[in-house]
């Protein structure tokens, strides 16, 4: 009983074979997944999704990297769609400082006007956040993101900016970085955050776990980044896919088991 909360499974590189990617996750115990929208064809996709899937779920926004490409109408868009009973979230939104196709100050704005479309709709969101920590925490400030609440998405950061965002109303969650040998960091993160406050997700198809590091990632192995919880933390896997299927679902308020 796992809940994957942050899955691309919308992407192109699940065209070939999405029927047997789902089966996978299902025998996999993999039984609620988030399927995130980020562009207008992946939204499109995503909402297709959720309406086949009983067990699917759909997050909706605006990339950080394409924030230059977004127009009213889009933002429009976004909220006539969240209306829809299983989006559950506005995301993946929040700042990428590793590509300049958008400059800070449009990603900036952007992030701004979808938190406060979140806070409007009475949604959470997930934060995408990549070289952007101190920006990303004071626009959350600023906005007062904690309203919202949501999902720091792949973390990456500290135990201490962990600690700080979770004061802010966030979620942690970890993904396959943290059953890489060399992730001091996502580790640290893993061992320290209260499991209360943890998320699993693959954020597939990237980011495989270990040993799939390289190949395409797929939601079935999210039990991987459980079972590395467990480890590092010394307690069952049974306890840590339980706890994270809760908070998953008190935060996006999910009341069916599908």
Partial sequence: MLFDTHVHINDEAFKEDLE?????????GVEKMIVVGFDRPTIQKAMALIDQYPFLYAAIGWHPVDAIDMKDEDLD??????HHP???????????YHWDK?????????FRRQIRLAKKL??????????????????????????????????????????ECIKMNF?????????????????????????????????CPYLAPHPYRGKRNEPAYVKLVAEQIAEIKGIPFEKVAE????????????????
Avoid at 20 to 28: D, K
Avoid at 77 to 82: K, R, Y
Wanted: aromatic share 4%; hydrophobic share 40%; proline share 5%.
């Fill in 20 to 28: 047997a990617t789902i089966a996978r996750a299902r025998a996999a």
């Fill in 77 to 82: 868009w976004i909220e006539s769609l969240a």
């Fill in 86 to 96: 299983k989006v559950v979230a506005i995301g993946e939104i929040g700042l990428d």
């Fill in 102 to 110: 958008s400059p800070k100050e449009v990603q900036q704005e952007v």
């Fill in 122 to 163: 009475d949604l959470p969101i997930i934060i995408h956040n990549r070289e952007a920590t101190e920006d990303c925490v004071q626009i959350l400030k600023e906005e007062n993101a904690q309203e919202a609440g949501g999902i720091m998405h792949c973390f990456s950061g500290s135990p201490e900016t962990a600690k």
């Fill in 171 to 203: 979620y942690i969650s970890l993904g396959g970085p943290v059953t890489f040998k060399n992730a001091k960091k996502p580790k640290e993160v893993a061992a320290e955050v209260p499991l209360e406050k943890l998320l699993v997700e693959t954020d």
């Fill in 243 to 258: 706890q994270t299927m809760l908070n998953a679902e008190k935060l996006f308020r999910i009341k069916d088991h599908a």
